[in-house]
T-cell receptor, first 115, second 115 residues
């Protein structure tokens, strides 16, 4: 079974620009979560989608948004990029349906550098 | 709110020896799951092991075992017979089963296996 894929793997953007990152979950997984990893703040939850609906959202400004498509693929968008948005963005998929606690499987991440 | 504490920023272990990575957690929710992930320098988070709060026995997965002490709120990872390929960052994480279900991560422990 193919793992979680994320594209692109590396990205360099300029302050003020916007960026869209893509994540394809493991086949059959309907829950997709996004995390930001930085040396200073560690791993922080951005949002979680299930069946095209945002279920949870972390404490990030409105510049960070996401969506999920009917095939469970997800995208996250960051508008008006700031230097502090430079990070590794990780996507995770889970077979979570309702209740229960299921492991999350992570993709390789997209490393975003804002200059 | 949930909190994960990993007090060992870095650890060294000799090849073929066992090593314990510490993790303590805090939550008021009675139903939760505890996870350990490995992150090599490539960036991908690799799921290692999971322990549910109601599981009676400690989880084991190959060379990995989780020493779960619920009363002490600790979930230490034990790696037996360390290998050079075990050198990586290790993260302890928790997810509750009600309300917000994002993973809360600790700050990580960098393990270096020496030949």
């Amino acid at each position: 079974k193919a793992g979680v894929t994320q594209t692109p793997r590396y990205l360099i953007k300029t302050r003020g620009q916007q960026v869209t990152l893509s994540c394809s979950p493991i086949s059959g997984h309907r829950s997709v979560s996004w995390y930001q990893q930085t040396p200073g703040q560690g791993l922080q939850f951005l949002f979680e989608y299930f069946s095209e609906t945002q279920r949870n959202k972390g404490n990030f400004p409105g510049r960070f948004s996401g969506r999920q498509f009917s095939n469970s693929r997800s995208e996250m968008n960051v508008s008006t990029l700031e230097l502090g948005d430079s990070a590794l963005y990780l996507c995770a998929s889970s077979p979570l349906t309702s209740g229960g606690v299921y492991e999350q499987y992570f993709g390789p991440g997209t490393r975003l550098t804002v200059t | 709110a949930q909190k994960i504490t990993q007090t060992q920023p870095g650890m060294f272990v000799q090849e073929k020896e066992a090593v314990t990575l510490d993790c303590t957690y805090d939550t008021s929710d009675p139903s939760y799951g505890l996870f350990w992930y490995k992150q090599p320098s490539s960036g991908e988070m690799i799921f290692l092991i999971y322990q549910g709060s109601y599981d009676q026995q400690n989880a084991t997965e190959g060379r990995y075992s989780l020493n779960f002490q619920k009363a002490r709120k600790s979930a230490n990872l034990v790696i037996s017979a360390s290998q050079l390929g075990d050198s990586a960052m290790y993260f302890c994480a928790m997810r509750i089963t009600t309300g917000r279900r994002a993973l809360t991560f600790g700050s990580g422990t960098r393990l270096q296996v020496q030949p």
